[in-house]
């Protein structure tokens, strides 16, 4: 059974830093384009980064370019999400889903949460 | 990287047919044939339902169907459950990015 687990949310103050993972397991880890999603509370899903199988591609949505970073361990089976400089509008729950464009299993996400 | 369009409700009763429509331009979901739908129920996780237009991964029911139109893609569930009241989002691939609609609540009335 394909599974992947978040963990690594919580509370921080404007300005800060949170490193978010994910572990996979069932399937091939390092055979899978993965993926971050976020949703902040009451709001809709957005796309956040992905990163193809053997870290040399990544891509993010606009708004994260140059302070979050997506990496990965696949000897660990290991997604991250390194979160530098956050802001009050980053505040979401973050879901790692496997796949890079269709999002074929989620997890059950982790709460940050940017507040002073 | 602006949203795909989606109507924010939608509505049918127990057995009707209901269409959720999610627009987008030329540059993602007129581009290509690479549109998802995910189903969300409250204080969940969410579910994909239809990936590549209008293929279903192993396990979603046959009521669940979509197509594509030019720059508009739909998800049609038939034959309407209790069970199928969520939140629907569509995606798709834009080039480097990826998109989502606003998203459709579905009430089951």
């Known amino acids: 059974e394909v599974q992947v687990v978040e963990s690594g949310g919580g509370l921080v103050q404007p300005g800060g830093s949170l490193r978010l993972s994910c572990a996979a397991s069932g399937f091939t880890f390092s055979s899978n384009w993965m993926s971050w999603v976020r949703q902040a509370p009451g709001k809709g899903l957005e796309w956040v980064a992905n990163i193809n199988q053997d870290g040399s591609e990544k891509y993010y949505v606009d708004s994260v370019k140059g302070r979050f970073t997506i990496s990965r361990d696949n000897a660990k089976n290991s997604l991250y999400l390194q979160m530098n400089s956050l802001r009050v509008e980053d505040t979401a729950v973050y879901y790692c889903?496997?796949?890079?464009?269709?999002?074929?299993?989620w997890g059950q996400g982790t709460l940050v949460t940017v507040s002073s | 990287q602006s949203a795909l369009t989606q109507p924010p409700s939608a509505s049918g009763s127990p057995g009707q047919s209901v269409t959720i429509s999610c627009t987008g331009t030329?540059?993602?979901?007129?581009?290509?044939?690479?549109v998802s739908w995910y189903q969300q129920h409250p204080g969940k996780a969410p579910k994909l339902m239809i990936y590549e237009v209008y293929k279903r991964p192993s396990g979603v029911p046959d009521r669940f169907s979509g197509s594509k139109s030019g720059n508009t893609a739909s998800l049609t569930v038939s034959g309407l459950q209790a069970e199928d009241e969520a939140d629907y989002y569509c995606?798709?691939?834009?080039?480097?990015?990826?998109?989502f609609g606003g998203g459709t609540k579905l009430t089951v009335l």
């Open positions: 995606s798709s691939y834009a080039g480097s990015d990826r998109v």
């Open positions: 889903a496997t796949g890079g464009t269709t999002f074929s299993h």
């Open positions: 030329s540059s993602d979901v007129g581009g290509y044939n690479y």
